[in-house]
């Protein structure tokens, strides 16, 4: 079995592989990425992609069909990841994450793939009052990043691709220990920066709901959709990607991580102006169709976990920088730098 795994160099990546790796010790792993944070390690730990076969380097804009040669599935995480990045890179978030994607899962079906896992996101549904959102549920996509993935969903829908299964992911939020730690994540920044500074400051009224799910179980779920067998008119499917007990509001995380970490005090800005992202998301279809890929790892594990991996990072929790934790300063560093252009390209 091969298996291409693009955009294998960020945050959720280097789990999936590992996880891959583990679920199918004999496939040949390869993972296309264009290496935008493969500087930004936070693990004393062994290089991530030594799992891999073969490391690719390239540009998702010009992806080279021929690596889907012989290909039986694709795991399709390379985007420009997150809401600052799509409002700074509001044309690449469209080239880069929805033209690329069915671009790619275009010559997957005409390479004779036979499943291809896009990672979608439950920000599709916006700001969504009343209730958990179903996947048929109206969807309010309130930035270009949401936007870019509900487009990518569409084209996916209607690619002509009938013997291959189409897996769309609406994923919750991720959080949880990784090789390349994002800190521009809820959970992920309030362990950090209790740690660095014993406070969490809540920047909204903390009312805000976020679902959230570990990297650990976004690979237990891409491992489900890699290898689901679509039948009977599900050969796509746009499923959200969670579970229902792990809706939380951001007060709740704030509270979680101060247990965690005795001494943080928590303060919340009763003040705010309602945040518009909150949603509650239903994933009753996703615990009926995967029953044995269902998320595992308990919000209390989460923070364990990356407090652990964060003390093993750093002595001191003041000397780890946005530069290497957080996407949009990466990017920024690297464009003021001279090392990317503004079309987020490799100039040398
Ligand atoms: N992190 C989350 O909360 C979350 C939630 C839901 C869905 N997702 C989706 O999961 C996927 C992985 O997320 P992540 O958190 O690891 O993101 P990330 O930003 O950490 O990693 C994205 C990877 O894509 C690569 N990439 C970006 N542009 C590229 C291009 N033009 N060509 C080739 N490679 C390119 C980057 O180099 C990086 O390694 C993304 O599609 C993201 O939208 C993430």
């Keep these: 079995m091969r298996i291409v795994i693009t955009g294998n160099m960020g945050y959720v990546g280097p789990v999936v592989a590992a996880h891959f790796r583990e679920c199918f010790p004999d496939a040949e792993l390869i993972g296309f990425d264009s290496a935008l944070f493969a500087q930004c390690l936070t693990t004393p730990d062994a290089f991530p992609e030594r799992v891999l076969d073969r490391q690719v380097f390239g540009d998702v804009r010009e992806f080279p069909a021929d690596l889907l040669t012989n290909t039986d599935a694709v795991v399709h995480l390379a985007a420009l990841s997150n809401d600052p990045i799509g409002v700074r890179f509001e044309k690449q978030t469209d080239e880069i994450n929805n033209i690329a994607s069915i671009r790619i899962a275009a010559a997957a079906a005409k ?137 939380y509001q951001v007060v709740d995380l704030a509270e979680a991580v101060a247990d965690a970490i005795p001494g943080t005090t928590v303060s919340i800005n009763r003040d705010a102006l309602p945040d518009l992202r909150s949603y509650r998301v239903d994933f009753g279809l996703f615990a009926k169709t995967a029953p044995d890929h269902q998320p595992q790892v308990s919000l209390s594990r989460s923070i364990e976990r990356l407090i652990e991996g964060l003390n093993a990072a750093v002595q001191d929790h003041h000397q780890v920088l946005p530069s290497r934790t957080k996407r949009l300063a990466v990017l920024e560093k690297l464009i003021d730098t001279g090392r990317i252009s503004d079309d987020v390209r490799w100039l040398n």
């Excluded at 036979?114 to 996947?135: D, H, I, L, Q, T």
């Excluded at 299964?165 to 939020?173: G, P, V």
């Excluded at 740690?195 to 779920?221: F, K, Y």
């Excluded at 891409?222 to 796509?236: H, L, P, Q, S």
């Design 111 to 247: 390479a004779g793939v036979s499943s291809f896992v896009f990672a979608s996101s439950c920000s599709v549904y916006g700001m969504a009052e009343g209730g958990p959102r179903k996947e048929s549920d109206t969807l309010l996509p309130l930035t270009a990043y949401a936007k870019s993935k509900i487009a990518t969903e569409q084209g996916l829908k209607q690619l002509a691709a009938p013997s291959m299964t189409i897996t769309c992911l609406r994923f919750a939020t991720a959080c949880g220990q990784a090789p390349r730690l994002r800190l521009d994540l809820v959970l992920n920044d309030f362990v950090a920066t209790a740690l660095a500074t014993g406070q969490i400051n809540v920047l909204s009224d903390g009312s805000p709901w976020r679902p959230l799910i570990d990297v650990e179980d976004m690979a237990r779920a891409m491992e489900w959709a890699a290898t689901r067998r679509g039948a009977n008119g599900d050969r796509f499917l746009a499923i959200n990607a969670g579970r229902d007990d792990h809706n």
